[in-house]
T-cell receptor, first 105, second 113 residues
Framework: GQSLEQPSEVTAVEGAIVQINCTYQTSGFYGLSWYQQHDGGAPTFLSYNGLDGLEETGRFSSFLSRSDSYGYLLLQELQMKDSASYFC??????FGSGTKLNVKP | EAQVTQNPRYLITVTGKKLTVTCSQNMNHEYMSWYRQDPGLDLRQIYYSMNVEVTDKGDVPEGYKVSRKEKRNFPLILESPSPNQTSLYFCASMKDASRYEQYFGPGTRLTVT
């Protein structure tokens, strides 16, 4: 089976850096994806790590360590519009329970 | 515009009355999936399809049916809805499994009374 763990909630201030962690247990591994979901909206794809290391996309970066079954999403220069829920997913289909990010002014 | 569309967006129905939620994508994607999301944020896969006429169960398939007769369409059928199927439903499509980059539809909020 699959299981993913994320913190349920994180709070940070505008302009800061925040890291959202994800640990997983899977039968077979096909990469780790990250999605953003604003309240009432649909999830949108942010990034994918198929191999170990860091992937950078603008203010967002994602990291994977397959040996540690661990990944994280790093958000830099936080903006109010980054307030949302963030999900990690394995194989694209198995989602963690999400981390609600609250950005305060 | 590349998109996944779902209809209806909102639906209130009664127990046992068959309903269909439609999903269509215009990106020529191979993969399509249905998810439900309940309070507490969990997204759980109901069914998925890797190609036309190829469908398989996800984590929570009980009480649902799907079909994939055309590449662009992937309807979700509830033959006898029950109150525990009250949820927010998302359809998603994906080109291939190289990046697992899914595109989600806007969601259908279903209430079964």
């Amino acid at each position: 089976g699959q299981s993913l763990e994320q913190p349920s909630e994180v709070t940070a201030v505008e302009g800061a850096i925040v890291q959202i962690n994800c640990t997983y247990q899977t039968s077979g591994f096909y990469g780790l994806s990250w999605y953003q979901q604003h309240d009432g909206g649909a999830p949108t794809f942010l990034s994918y790590n198929g191999l170990d290391g860091l992937e950078e996309t603008g203010r967002f970066s994602s990291f994977l360590s397959r040996s540690d079954s661990y990944g994280y999403l790093l958000l830099q220069e936080l903006q109010m519009k980054d307030s949302a829920s963030y999900f990690c997913a394995v194989r694209g289909f198995y989602f963690g329970s999400g981390t609600k990010l609250n950005v305060k002014p | 515009e590349a998109q996944v569309t779902q209809n209806p967006r909102y639906l209130i129905t009664v127990t046992g009355k068959k309903l269909t939620v439609t999903c269509s994508q215009n990106m020529n994607h191979e993969y399509m999936s249905w998810y439900r999301q309940d309070p507490g944020l969990d997204l759980r896969q109901i069914y998925y399809s890797m190609n036309v006429e190829v469908t398989d169960k996800g984590d929570v398939p009980e009480g649902y049916k799907v079909s994939r007769k055309e590449k662009r369409n992937f309807p979700l059928i509830l033959e006898s809805p029950s109150p525990n199927q009250t949820s927010l439903y998302f359809c998603a499509s994906m080109k291939d499994a190289s990046r697992y980059e899914q595109y989600f539809g806007p969601g259908t909020r279903l209430t079964v009374t």
